[in-house]
């Protein structure tokens, strides 16, 4: 994320900026600054934000009034998202969660804006009644008081730990003045809230007064302390003429996103606020699912009216401070008893996740919540009530952002909850939709065709924008791409941050994760029915673009869903043939350990996804299941090659060589990876994955054999055009009786992987926001180094060598006191990579750098 530049002189050209398509959280691809263009009268014609679907969507919260912003217009560099790690396969350490957190982040970061920007942008209906003359209603005895306490903070080379109390004690005073009594906010400092699920955590944190103890992710803002101002990320833009970054800014940086990250994880958020103190400066940041907003840096001692002017909006009433989600309760009010019970049902269904249902009762009914879900119309409101925490949260910080909880409906507040099953769950899922696209309820009623049930689907109760109701909140339910787009960046921007627009789908359809299942065969009915759906939908000329382990469910209620497995998650379907949806089909959809290899090569122009295209998705999404799950005789060097690499040629050797040898064995293990070969082979399972392979393996022959055999052996090749092939080998599976039935899911074992930095990347783009002088030429090394790397978070990153010191882009500098020592191991560790991971000549990268390739290679 990228960010705007500082003022430029008059004749300054802005910068220029890569094309690169936008990925989210789940890799599917954001909102271009326009709207692709679609035919006049197609079913869902692109609308602008305002109007997002071409439906009328009012809302009826008070709007931002119409201002002139200071902030000088600029380009972000808008490369493609990192994915989530849900289905990463290789295990990694806290210091390359940060630098992958720091990478997505840098993308679409916006800034420094002027602090009334900021300010404006952030406290929206709060800035002109609260916040922009809040010193003349501080008494000048406060401020001085206030003034002496941020005096004593030490600056520079001191101990860092020293710099927290005087800082809190210092705005903890400045609450006080604000709210003479009962101040809503208070700070502190984190050491007195550790918590072991996050072993990295900010200095301080900013919570609801009174609250007790707080987990730091769970709290409104955090804090982040640095000693030195040179620790700033952003120092460079200030009088600075080297424009470089060096390695511990970056690492700065890196935390600071992380915290961001974890904390949208662990508390449903609109946005979050965070503020960064260097030394003696500070600056804010203000995260969203569109973009990073940063604003410019201030001398706190000297001038601390911008602190105080954060903490008057940050606690004024309302949610525009904080950002937390105000549908979502921590809560759970007079059901006790009610919430026990469905947590009984809910272990004996296997509905929870793996990790949930380790968790004691207590702790479930603690982290449940209640969620209120408005009518389109908001005419009524429906509650329902969480069991425990999500069963899915997304681990990017930009993106969709999706997150789903099981839950039950308060008794009196939904009609005929029975609709869902004998036990009333149901599914609420939570994302920030593109509003470009179909609302995902309405794929739904396209799929179903009207019926009440159409097996093989899941079930949708109802779906709505946030935006809808007649909430005085509603605003907060979008991001501020909008507003950004128009005022802050450069009008003429080839791409500009995407908009989002908070959205919630309720489900009838209650499933099992595929990865919970009793027995392999089990996983192989649920993925056959809903193959079977896949196919309906396809005469329908309806794609789902997005077949994965994660969108395939087994049936907690087969009798109800009238099938063992169904599909979900069609947000992203598309119904061929409509106006815009040959565009639709030429976009990169779906999760990259799951795409079609052809999906995933580099060709002058990509081609449009295909019924076949779905069909290889459900072979990869079948050998990833059980090679993850399954004791198997694959080597770790495969399983990371095909799954956390996901290199297009590693995968065609995958469906050629490793297949035909690979074993998936039956019995009971402890650990899901490699070993246990002395056990007996699971025969029909083995060869399901062998004789699907071969249906893969048909579209990928050798270009001079298909031009000589394909006119007299032509079923020899694209033996996936049609759904009976792919049936018929599953059919096949299941009607064997070698099936074992002592072979349930086991966990999986993460591969330990090396940590890998992409810092250079990181760097690139935190400069590329804010050169305002950059010449054409600056431009092509910026599209040089979106070549060269990406970060991934599916894929594992392995662009950027971490060495320190000046790369091509000369925008990474090192710091001349670090050590040698600190310089050989790197050099070590870059050889030593170089070795593993160089599949031709060029820079060294994983899947997610070559598929960067490819992008920027096609013109994307």
Request: proline content about 8%; charged content about 30%.
């Amino acid at each position: 994320m990228s960010e705007p530049a500082p003022t430029p002189p008059p004749d300054t050209p802005y910068p220029a900026s890569p094309v690169a398509p936008l990925l989210d959280d789940d890799a599917l691809p954001a909102a271009a600054a326009s709207p692709p263009s679609r035919d006049p009268g197609a079913t869902s014609p692109a609308p602008d934000v305002e109007n997002d679907d071409g439906r009328p969507r009012t809302p009826t919260g008070k709007q931002p009034p119409v201002c002139e912003f200071n902030t000088p217009v600029s380009v972000p560099s808008n490369r493609p998202l990192a994915s989530g790690r849900n289905f990463q396969s290789q295990d990694v350490g806290l210091a390359t969660l940060k630098t992958e957190a720091g990478t997505e982040a840098s993308r679409l970061h916006v800034g420094p804006v002027s602090m009334k920007d900021f300010m404006r942008l952030t406290f929206q209906r709060h800035f002109s009644e609260v916040v922009e003359d809040v010193s003349q209603r501080i008494s000048p005895d406060d401020q001085a008081r206030v003034s002496a306490r941020l005096s004593k903070i030490p600056p520079g080379e001191v101990v860092e730990r020293k710099m927290y109390t005087p800082l809190k004690e210092g705005m903890n005073d400045m609450c006080s003045s604000l709210w003479k009594e009962n101040s809503p906010i208070e700070l502190e400092t984190v050491e007195s809230t550790k918590d072991p699920q996050d072993p990295g955590t900010p200095d301080l944190i900013i919570k609801e007064s009174g609250m007790g103890l707080c987990p730091w992710p769970c709290a409104l803002a955090f804090v982040e302390v640095k000693p030195q101002d040179k620790q700033d990320p952003f120092y460079y833009t200030d009088g600075s003429s080297a424009k470089v970054v060096y390695d511990y800014q970056l690492k700065v940086w890196d935390q600071i996103s992380y915290y961001a990250t974890v904390s949208f994880r662990r508390r449903p958020r609109c946005f979050l606020c965070g503020i960064g103190v260097f030394g003696n400066r500070a600056r804010f940041f203000r995260f969203d699912r569109s973009s990073i907003l940063v604003s410019e840096a201030f001398e706190y001692k000297e001038n601390p009216e911008p602190l105080w002017q954060f903490l008057a909006g940050f606690g004024a009433q309302g949610y525009y401070g904080s950002g937390v989600d105000p549908t979502i309760d921590f809560e759970v009010h007079d059901h006790d008893a009610l919430l026990l019970e469905k947590i009984q049902k809910a272990r004996a269904k296997r509905l929870l996740s793996e990790e949930t249902e380790k968790l004691h009762d207590d702790t479930l009914r603690a982290q449940s919540s209640t969620i209120r879900v408005p009518s389109k119309d908001g005419a009524k409101l429906e509650q329902y009530i969480t069991v425990g925490p999500p069963l899915v949260t997304s681990t990017a910080l930009l993106g969709r952002g999706t997150c789903t909880w099981l839950a039950f409906p308060v008794p009196g507040t939904v009609e005929n909850p029975e609709r869902s099953n004998e036990d009333h769950f149901v599914i609420i899922k939570d994302s920030w939709r593109d509003p470009t696209r179909r609302l995902e309820g309405d794929i739904y009623d396209i799929i179903h065709g009207g019926k009440d049930h159409v097996p093989g689907v899941a079930r949708k109760r109802s779906d709505v924008d946030l935006v809808e109701p007649p909430d005085p909140n509603s605003e907060m339910h979008r991001t501020l791409a909008h507003v950004l787009n128009t005022h802050i960046l450069d009008k003429n921007a080839p791409r500009k941050c995407p908009p989002r627009v908070h959205h919630r789908c309720i489900l009838n359809s209650v499933g099992i994760h595929l990865s919970r299942f009793l027995c392999t065969r089990e996983a192989l009915e649920a993925i056959y029915d809903s193959l079977l759906r896949h196919e309906q939908m396809s005469k329908k000329d309806i794609l789902h673009r997005d077949i994965s382990v994660n969108n395939i469910m087994i049936s907690a209620y087969p009798e109800v869903e009238k099938c063992k497995g169904f599909l979900i998650d069609v947000e992203y379907a598309t119904v061929v043939g409509e106006p815009g949806s040959e565009s639709d089909l030429r976009e990169i959809t779906g999760t990259i350990q799951f795409l079609s290899i052809a999906r995933l090569r580099k060709t002058p122009q990509l081609p449009a996804h295909e019924t076949w295209n779905d069909l290889e998705s459900y072979f990869w999404t079948i050998a990833y299941l059980y090679i993850h799950h399954r004791p198997h005789t694959l080597s770790e060097q495969v399983i990371s090659e095909i799954f956390a690499l996901c290199h297009p040629d590693l995968r065609t050797t995958m469906v050629r060589t490793h297949v035909e040898t690979m074993e998936i064995l039956c019995g009971p293990d402890e650990n899901s990876e490699g070993g246990a070969r002395d056990q007996r082979e699971n025969v029909p399972l083995t060869s399901c994955i062998r004789r699907l392979a071969e249906l893969v393996k048909s579209h990928y022959q050798d270009k001079d054999w298909i031009k000589k055999a394909y006119a007299t052996f032509p079923d020899m090749f694209f033996q996936l055009t049609t759904h009976e092939t792919i049936k018929e080998v599953i059919r096949e599976a299941l009607d064997c009786d070698r099936w074992p039935s002592n072979d349930g899911a086991t966990p999986f074992r993460l591969i330990q992987a090396p940590e890998k930095a992409v810092h250079a990347n990181t760097a690139a783009n935190l400069v590329s926001g804010i050169e305002s002088s950059q010449t054409s030429e600056s431009g092509s090394k910026r599209k040089r180094d979106d070549d060269e790397g990406s970060s991934a978070k599916r894929a594992r990153p392995t662009g950027a060598d971490g060495q320190a010191g000046e790369t091509e882009t000369g925008i990474v500098g090192k710091e001349e006191t670090e050590e040698e020592t600190e310089e050989e191991k790197r050099e070590k560790e870059k050889e030593r990579m170089n070795k593993v991971d160089r599949f031709e000549e060029g820079p060294v990268m994983g899947g997610w750098g070559m598929w960067r390739m490819w992008q920027m290679g096609r013109g994307a």
